[in-house]
């Protein structure tokens, strides 16, 4: 870790995510990922290669949580642009400042069927939306 990235807070930890639709890969699809934190708003947006794979870097900022006790909550959400609507693949809220926090340490490497539902998970503290899957390996 360099010096300046020194104190900055994993706001979005680094992500890899395989789409597909009726288990074909999703090509050339625009997927979009947002997150707000400290009252500040961003967005990015990537699009999936012939395999339907898309990759974020990680999101590092400082904020004024990371110098006084306070709550650190990042609002998160990822969403594929299909025929000009958007389909909510993620949506969490990060409560720990750390690296790969989301699923408690395991890296960002989702797996996402479009034609499934949405599911709800519990076992990271706030509750995570995805129609995602992942290794725990």
Same mark, same amino acid.
């Given at each position: ?9 994993? *706001? ?5 995510? %395989? ?5 074909? =890969?999703?090509?050339?699809? +625009? *997927? ?5 934190? #400290?009252?500040? +708003? ?6 999936? @290669? ?30 594929? *642009? ?12 990060? %409560? #720990? =400042?750390?690296? @790969? ?7 960002? #490497? ?8 949405? +599911? ?16 725990? +390996?």
């Amino acid at each position: 870790m360099s010096f300046l990235n020194a104190g900055k807070a994993y *706001v979005f930890s680094p992500v890899q995510i %395989r789409i597909t639709q009726n288990k074909e =890969p999703l090509k050339e699809a +625009k *997927v979009i990922r947002r997150w707000e934190w #400290n009252d500040k +708003k961003g967005e990015d947006y990537a699009f999936t @290669n012939n395999d339907g794979v898309v990759s974020f870097s990680e999101i590092r900022q400082r904020g004024i949580t990371q110098l006084f006790p306070a709550e650190f909550v990042s609002a998160q959400q990822i969403v594929v *642009v299909i025929e000009g609507k958007e389909d909510r693949i993620w949506s969490f809220s990060k %409560r #720990n =400042p750390d690296k @790969n926090s989301e699923l408690e340490g395991t890296p960002l #490497n989702l797996t996402c069927e479009l034609s499934s539902e949405e +599911k709800m998970y519990r076992d990271f503290g706030p509750a995570l939306f995805t129609k995602c899957t992942w290794s725990t +390996k």
